[in-house]
């Protein structure tokens, strides 16, 4: 175990918050797309589709400010259980380096301490133990039935917290005194994946951290490439609404060349396009599909969707693309340099990329755009949240509900009004955006305004037997199209995972 520590020494610096409120008002209205954000915790925001603009707002409205009480916790220690995730920097920092996202997290801690009088304890866990093993898991229960409240929160890989909240581990954070989920530092989306009936949400996602951004998973695609094959403009197909599977696939016929010479595909050659062997599992959501949805009484079913002929036309398209020479198909091995060095059109992967090594050093020009629709009279794209995705809730047992919502709380408002305009329109917009004109900052807001956190993807593993994980993704990846057939002998494991996820709950209705 690691065990980080950081208490309030310096005043945060007044300057970054100015520099947060001049910022563009794409980042916040693609937060609070509605003019009064709904407390339903079943109902997603309303999309943003291709071709909506943006409107900007008065300066004064760009950043809601939470209705949190003047606390004062007497200096009290807040304890947060976090994993070592991908994204560097994502809890806690040291110490402030003056880069700009590191100088964001770091201050919006100090904010918080000092807002609350509060100590921030982050007692960050390996990755293995945390993501992939059961640390978390036992550390909850065993505080649940000793009582000892070790931990105020926690922050963990996704399919880790959903494992505790089936087993009526976590608390429904719509009882915790001071946390309002209708607020916009919540996505819509998480709330309504943590829910597992109508009032009752046990996790979800937000600007607590930036990983939610980071992890929204969409299409790279080389500048370069596209002018040398005379392709059309990806941002322009975007907007117009024409970026499709079909386009894609399109796109990329007649564009693998063996640049080794070695006769075969490898990765020393160039392709059209790359998808890395988990990330196939985005493309099924990255559609906007689901596996689960609510009911009118907020009970969790398995979607139409997944019984659509429209599902049906997804998995025969990308059969279809992956087919082609020009997509490099390789399931066990990621091979991001094929895509950094210049030889992809399209790199299909999160957007966190952007902030790794190789892509960093790169001197390739690159832009960033949503997953393909479907057809294109489909008005919105969507963006598939990967499984690295960071899910907050709170033990059931703790020793103060008080400190530890007031804590979530403000992590997550402060966070939305001090870190994710940072990330966003910085790191993800300025820093890495070779567009001159505002194309890429439209487009951006399109694809965190549809950002889809689906229930079944989360409890893939506990509840759904795999299935959920990417629906699609096997079949594409074996070029098997036998998904009609095959759906019928998960049905059984579907109905049980159901009846478990509120077997260990009581809803009090």
């Known amino acids: 175990m690691f065990k980080k520590r950081r208490s309030l020494s310096v005043i945060m610096a007044a300057v970054l918050l100015l520099q947060t409120l001049t910022f563009m008002t794409a980042c916040s209205e693609s937060k609070t797309n509605t003019d009064e954000p709904t407390a339903d915790p079943g109902t997603a925001a309303d999309p943003v589709s291709a071709g909506d603009v943006p409107e900007e707002t008065e300066p004064e409205t760009q950043f809601m400010p939470d209705t949190l009480p003047d606390l004062d916790l007497g200096g009290e220690t807040c304890r947060i259980f976090c994993w070592e995730s991908w994204d560097f920097g994502e809890f806690f920092v040291e110490e402030d380096t003056g880069e700009i996202v590191v100088s964001a997290v770091f201050n919006r801690n100090l904010t918080v301490e000092d807002r609350l009088n509060v100590k921030l304890e982050w007692e960050q866990f390996p990755r293995q133990d945390a ?40 608390m429904n954070l719509w009882e915790a005194d001071h946390i309002d989920l209708s607020k916009p530092w919540y996505y819509a989306s998480a709330t309504s994946a943590g829910t597992l009936h109508k009032g009752y949400t046990y996790f979800t996602a937000g600007d607590l951290s930036y990983n939610a951004l980071a992890r929204m998973s969409g299409v790279f695609f080389n500048q370069s490439l596209i002018t040398d094959f005379s392709l059309a403009d990806p941002y322009e197909l975007v907007l117009e609404g024409s970026w499709t599977i079909d386009k894609m696939h399109e796109m990329i016929v007649g564009t693998y060349r063996d640049l080794d010479g070695d006769g075969k595909c490898g990765p020393g050659d160039q392709y059209g396009v790359m998808c890395a062997g988990d990330q196939i599992n985005t493309l099924y959501y990255g559609t906007g599909s689901h596996f689960i949805e609510h009911d009118e009484e907020g009970n969790p079913i398995i979607s139409p969707d997944v019984y659509s002929e429209r599902t049906l036309s997804i998995l025969e398209k990308y059969l279809s693309l992956f087919a082609e020479d020009a997509a490099y198909k390789n399931p066990q091995t990621d091979v991001p340099a094929i895509f950094d060095e210049g030889r992809s059109i399209f790199y299909i992967y999160p957007l966190g990329h952007v902030a790794e090594a190789g892509l960093r050093e790169s001197e390739i020009q690159y832009g960033f755009i949503p997953q393909p629709k479907v057809t294109d009279d489909e008005e919105t794209y969507h963006a598939s ?37 940072v990330v966003f329109e910085q790191a993800y917009k300025a820093k890495y955006n070779y567009d001159e004109s505002s194309r890429q900052t439209t487009i951006f807001d399109m694809i965190r305004a549809n950002a889809v956190f689906d229930l079944g993807k989360i409890f893939s593993d506990d509840l759904f037997g795999g299935f959920s994980n990417g629906v699609l993704g096997n079949f594409i990846w074996n070029g098997k199209d036998n998904y009609a057939s095959s759906i019928k002998g998960y049905e059984r494991v579907w109905k049980k995972g159901l009846e478990k996820m509120g077997k260990h709950l009581d809803f009090g209705d």
């Open 385 to 421: 949240v990967t499984n690295a995705v960071t899910l907050f809730a709170i033990p059931l047992v703790i020793q103060s509900v008080e400190r530890a919502s007031a804590v979530f709380e403000c992590l997550a408002s402060e966070g939305y009004r001090q870190v994710s305009p």
């Open 131 to 170: 993501a992939y093993g059961s640390v978390m898991k036992n550390a909850v229960s065993k505080q649940n039935t000793s009582g000892d409240g070790t931990y105020d929160i926690i922050a963990n890989y996704g399919m880790r917290v959903a494992s505790c909240a089936t087993d009526g581990m976590l």
